[in-house]
């Protein structure tokens, strides 16, 4: 049985805006707009704000996108502006190194977030103790978790416990979840591990903020979002939605519902050209299960081609291609654009 929000402990939200925000403008925000962020979420006692190229420490290249400042940049301008709000940062081993977790750690980080594919958690082992010997608070996370069983998350969450997480959970990468599917997924993981349960939810199907509180009612207590949904494709979780809904049933966020609305509008007014929205690529993309940072890449490389970007999107879902596999969306292009003709 779900306890009651006044059983429970206070949900902690996670501002990712400065982090999975820069897939929106291909990780091109300046420090300037890094530093306005990061003042109005301290204002609003956000509790953690993540900060970083938009695929996570040492990610920054040709391949996926270099980004308009280097790490140690972004972590400095962040953590000066942050005088109660924790920083927090985020990295998949293959892109980011041990070398990047010290330099975060050095430059401030208190949270560090190991994400792995949702059935590879034995790659966190690693990263996850350096994490904890740096002594910053370790996290795992598991990308794309819908390509995977309840039982399975579970399994691979309870792993990265053992590992020295000190809190786990899932991401739902493409929007692809309804709130059932988080119910079944958080109950899971709850019920294997005895640390609290993360979940990170994006907008592609319109479901984020309902996802986020079935999470919530299904255990989970840190709980993912960013201003105005800024992301990747239909954007994440709406911070500001999240705090008002979470407030009207009964949670404590210890986050100021009007400082929290400006911080929405800083966001707005100086890091975007517009809010995302619920296109058809990013339902195409939600339906497909497909990354939604493969927005950009898919529609430009659909054009290019001369190919339907929805068919692309369908077709990508088909062959289960993940982030980090960037690559694959041309050659799929080109057979599509064969098959075409």
């Not at 103790?129 to 370790?138: F, H, K, S």
């Not at 911070?239 to 509008?265: K, P, S, Y």
């Not at 430009?300 to 999107?313: H, K, M, S, Y």
Request: proline content about 3%.
């Amino acid at each position: 049985m779900n306890s009651t929000p006044h059983d429970r402990p206070p949900i902690l939200i996670y501002d990712r805006t400065l982090r999975d925000g820069h897939h929106a403008v291909g990780h091109q925000l300046d420090a300037n707009q890094l530093r306005a962020y990061a003042t109005a979420a301290n204002a609003a006692r956000v509790p953690v704000v993540e900060v970083g190229h938009g695929n996570g420490l040492g990610a920054s290249s040709l391949q996926i996108g270099r980004a308009k400042l280097d790490d140690a940049t972004m972590l400095t301008t962040v953590r000066e502006a942050l005088t109660s709000s924790k920083m927090g940062v985020f990295m998949a081993p293959g892109w980011g190194t041990s070398d990047d977790l010290a330099t975060a750690v050095h430059h401030g980080a208190d949270v560090v977030r190991i994400a792995a594919h949702c059935t590879e958690a034995d790659v966190t082992e690693r990263h996850l103790g350096v994490v904890r010997d740096l002594g910053a608070e370790a996290q795992g996370v598991l990308l794309m978790s819908h390509m995977t069983s309840a039982g399975r998350l579970a399994e691979q969450c309870a792993l990265m416990v053992k590992f020295g997480a000190q809190a786990v959970g899932i991401m739902d990468s493409a929007g692809h979840y309804l709130p059932t599917d988080v119910t079944e997924r958080v109950h899971a993981i709850a019920d294997a591990v005895d640390v609290p349960v993360i979940f990170h939810g994006h907008n592609n199907l319109g479901l984020a903020v309902a996802n986020s509180l079935a999470a919530v009612d299904a255990g989970a207590c840190v709980i993912d979002a960013t201003a105005r949904g800024f992301g990747a494709g239909a954007g994440n979780t709406q911070l500001e939605a999240l705090v008002a809904v979470l407030e009207r049933r009964g949670f404590d966020t210890g986050i100021g519902l009007r400082a929290v609305l400006a911080a929405g509008d800083v966001a707005a007014h100086h890091l975007m050209k517009a809010p995302p929205s619920i296109d058809s690529i990013a339902v195409a993309s939600g339906r497909a299960g497909v990354f939604s940072g493969f927005k950009r890449p898919v529609l430009e490389i659909a054009r290019t081609e001369g190919v339907d970007p929805i068919d692309l999107f369908l077709t990508l879902g088909e062959r289960q291609v993940v982030a980090g596999q960037e690559d694959l969306i041309g050659d799929v292009a080109r057979q599509l654009k064969a098959a075409t003709r």
